[in-house]
């Protein structure tokens, strides 16, 4: 096992990623340590994650009363992990965890194996080697499908970004370290992300964002200016429609 393996594997065998308290929690089943680094890097710009490289591990984290478990948001388990078959674990995490989403990443491509996953109640199943834009687009629509129904929104998901508004910052695998948002840029681009497709003209924008406030046509398209160079390198794309306002795609 190389230095980097080591890393991945030491101590109680679990990597918790600097950033935890900031940024939502994806729990990763996977006992190869290039495995695990691969998983933990296409998410890494976007969502912290804890790797555990053996289901015995994670079962004693299950029954732990500790503080990250507030911040999960979703599982990404493997079929074959060195102690057991990763379906095994699945009822003991839809127990405690009913509502969270569980994805299952394996090398095993049988409809037998698919069709298994999802009768026990999985949210997706990715088969390895995975499209690491793809997977975290896939990630992504997952979570917020679960997580935007009837909760106070602390972040928004759209393709591969995520819009944080604790951290006036979007996250992406685009940008290293994500793109920092002014409040208004922030408010702006959530409105955005909540209607991907809707054309917005600056008067529904002002009376949506800044309703009793005085703010100028310039002003909204300066906002919108500066998000576009802000998100040029990322998926997303703000249009102009002539005569009509703006959209995001």
């Known amino acids: 096992m190389d230095g980097g393996a080591k890393g991945m594997a030491q101590g109680n065998e679990t990597h918790t990623r600097r950033l935890m308290n900031q940024k939502p929690l994806i729990v990763v089943l996977e006992d190869d340590p290039d495995e695990a680094r691969i998983t933990v890097g296409a998410l890494e710009q976007t969502y912290a994650c804890k790797v555990f490289d053996a289901i015995s591990k994670f079962k004693v984290f299950l029954i732990e009363d500790c503080s990250e478990k507030a911040h999960i948001k979703a599982f990404v388990v493997d079929l074959n992990m060195s102690d057991g078959d990763g379906f095994s674990i699945i009822p003991e995490i839809k127990k405690q965890f009913p509502n969270h989403p569980v994805v299952i990443l394996s090398s095993r491509t049988t409809t037998s194996d698919k069709v298994a996953g999802f009768v026990m109640g999985v949210d997706d199943y990715i088969t390895k080697p995975f499209d690491a834009v793809e997977f975290v687009y896939r990630m992504n629509a997952r979570i917020n499908k679960a997580f935007t129904r009837g909760e106070k929104d602390t972040s928004l998901h759209y393709k591969s ?67 576009r160079k802000k998100i040029k390198e990322t998926d997303v794309t703000i249009y102009s429609v002539y005569g009509a306002g703006y959209k995001l795609v």
């Open 161 to 227: 970004i995520r819009l944080d508004f604790q951290e006036l910052r979007i996250f992406t695998p685009y940008v290293k370290n994500g793109i920092e948002l002014s409040a208004n840029e922030t408010k702006l681009m959530a409105l955005l992300l909540r209607n991907p497709g809707k054309c917005f003209s600056r008067t529904e924008i002002l009376e949506k964002l800044w309703q009793g406030v005085y703010v100028s046509d310039r002003t909204i398209d300066s906002h919108i200016s500066h998000l």
